[in-house]
């Protein structure tokens, strides 16, 4: 079997553009790593795994000073970086892993499909379940640094899964899939507040894509999108988990909008939060946000908006 090593990074750095050098992507589309594979002679998986050494010193661990970088493949070619991303003074179980980064990644970019996963180490198993209700995921690669390519069946044997739970799933629901929402609310109300209309806006956009295809919980979805001063903003939705706890929230899925396409990572700087979700749903985001983010930016504003989710399962 084969082993696959990274390209040492300073090579990929030796083909990147000035501005990818002074500010490292967090996504290259297909023609880009064909032209990075032709350049440095070398396969995918060794560019890949190399792409994830380059990202890694940008992880954010306040907590373990220890990173770690990860690649996924969409099935479009287009390769998505993350990081593992940690927040100090809240609970560990608030914690972004590299893998869930780079998956978040691809779902703002409206990636349908991971192929691979790449990684400077061993997926934990947190991820591996996680990875586990992604579509396709029985076909779903995984390699790491010095190692053999695997399938993720290979690494997660007799997976707990849906089925595990006799919900009737429709496996392969796309990363890209759309619910039905209804606000309970006037948008036209919020003309007067332009920038919270603006974020109500975006969060609902993110509520229609919330990835989740199982709504174990019953009406589930949840989205919030968060503007910095300065203007900057951002938006992002739950990709739920029915093992429950490798579930992404909102809150997580903004923020790593932030790092990957915003390249901002000042927290302290949130200064307006907007949640959207349904308040018949037997869960909420918005208690625990609201904890989180007092913690991250204390003067933060909130606002919550009720939706309508229809619950299918
Ligand atoms: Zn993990």
Redesign the pocket.
């Known amino acids: 079997m084969t082993k696959y090593n990274s390209v040492p990074t300073d090579k990929i750095r030796s083909v990147l553009t000035p501005e990818e050098n002074a500010k490292i992507p967090f996504v290259f589309s297909a023609s880009r790593l064909k032209e990075m594979r032709e350049s440095l002679c070398c396969g995918e998986n060794e560019l890949l795994l190399g792409l994830a050494q380059l990202i890694r010193p940008f992880a954010i661990t306040p907590l373990s000073h220890f990173n770690v970088g990860v690649v996924v493949l969409g099935i479009t070619g287009t390769a998505y970086l993350g990081v593992n991303i940690e927040f100090e003074g809240i609970p560990l179980s608030q914690t972004v892993?590299a893998?869930q980064c780079a998956t978040s990644n691809a779902w703002h970019h409206h990636e349908e499909q991971i192929v691979l996963v790449a990684g400077t180490e061993e997926?934990?198993g947190?991820?591996r379940q996680f990875l586990a209700e992604l579509p396709h995921s029985d076909k779903l690669h995984f390699v790491v640094d010095g190692r053999e390519e695997v399938l993720l069946t290979n690494i997660l044997v007799n997976p707990f899964l849906p089925t595990s739970i006799k919900i009737e799933i429709e496996k392969e629901t796309p990363l890209t899939s759309k619910i039905d929402v209804k606000p309970e609310f006037d948008l036209s109300e919020l003309s007067a507040q332009p920038q919270t209309k603006q974020l109500a806006t975006l969060a609902l956009e993110a509520l229609e894509r919330s990835y989740s295809p199982y709504q174990i919980s019953q009406c589930s979805p949840a989205a919030l999108a968060l503007r910095l001063k300065g203007g900057i903003v951002s938006a992002g939705a739950l990709i739920e988990n029915v093992a429950f706890n490798p579930s992404l929230p909102p809150l997580q899925s903004a923020l790593i909008r932030l790092v990957v396409i915003e390249h901002n990572q000042k927290w302290g700087d949130i200064e307006e939060v907007v949640i959207v979700e349904d308040p018949k749903a037997l869960i909420h985001q918005k208690e625990v946000t609201e904890a989180v983010i007092k913690v991250l930016s204390p003067s933060a504003k909130f606002m919550y908006l009720p939706v309508s989710v229809p619950h299918h399962p």
Do not use: D, G, V, Y
């Open positions: 892993h893998e997926p934990c947190h991820c």
